[in-house]
C-alpha cells in the first residue's frame, strides 16, 4: 500500500498469485499471459479470493507484443511483476530462451515504468539465470532511469532428511529510492 492509486503490470502471470496479491493490496492490475487456459484459472482464483469486482485487466497476450503495444500507447505503471519462462515458443516460430532474451525484455519493459515507480520483481524458475547476473541486470537496466535497490536471492526447495537445499532459480527485486 503506497497511499496512492497504483498500476501493476504482472506479466507471464500464469494463475495470478502475485495479480491477486497486488489487488489485494489495492492495485489496478494488469494481468497478461499467452495461454488462455492459465488466464482463465486465475480469473478463478481472483473470484475464490474475493477479488472478482477488483481493478484487474485480464489478457491473453504474447507478453513482448504486449510490452511493445504498451510503449508505443505510452502507457506506464508504477510497478512490474514478472515470471517468465526458461524457454518458450510464440505462434509464428519465435523462441523465448531466459539466458538470451531476460535482458533486452528488461529493457523494453523498464520504458514502461512510471515517473514515480514502487518496485520491479523478476522470478526466474531456471537454474541458468543466478541470483548475481540477475542483479547485474537490473541495476544496469534501470540505475540510469530510476533511483533504487537490487536485491536478488536464489529460490530453492529444501530437501528433507540431510538439511541440503535445492536450487530452483533466482529471484530478484528492484525498489525504488527515498
Excluded at 519493459?109 to 514515480?116: E, I, N, P, Q, V
Excluded at 541458468?128 to 537490473?138: D, E, K, N, T
Aim: proline share 6%; aromatic share 8%; glycine share 12%.
Amino acid at each position: 500500500r503506497s497511499g496512492r492509486p497504483v498500476r501493476v503490470l504482472n506479466l507471464f502471470a500464469y494463475t495470478g498469485g502475485a495479480t491477486a496479491a497486488a489487488a489485494a493490496a489495492g492495485a489496478s492490475v494488469t494481468h497478461v499471459d499467452a495461454s488462455k487456459g492459465m488466464v482463465s484459472w486465475a480469473k478463478e482464483n481472483a473470484q475464490l479470493s474475493g477479488l472478482g469486482e477488483a481493478p484487474i485487466r485480464w489478457l491473453v497476450d504474447d507478453c513482448g507484443k504486449f510490452v511493445e503495444r504498451e510503449i508505443r500507447r505510452g502507457n506506464h505503471y508504477d510497478a512490474i511483476i514478472m515470471d517468465p519462462p526458461s524457454y518458450g515458443r510464440g505462434p509464428k516460430g519465435e523462441i523465448w530462451k531466459i539466458e538470451e532474451s531476460i535482458y533486452p525484455f528488461l529493457q523494453r519493459t523498464a520504458l514502461l515504468l512510471s515517473d514515480h515507480p514502487l518496485f520491479v520483481l523478476v522470478n526466474s524458475y531456471t537454474t541458468g539465470l543466478q541470483p548475481a547476473v540477475l542483479s547485474y541486470m537490473l541495476h544496469t537496466v534501470l540505475d540510469p532511469l530510476h533511483k533504487g535497490t537490487v536485491e536478488s536471492q536464489e529460490i530453492g526447495l529444501p530437501v528433507t532428511g540431510n538439511g541440503l537445499v535445492l536450487p530452483c532459480g533466482a529471484a530478484g527485486r528492484w525498489s525504488a529510492g527515498q
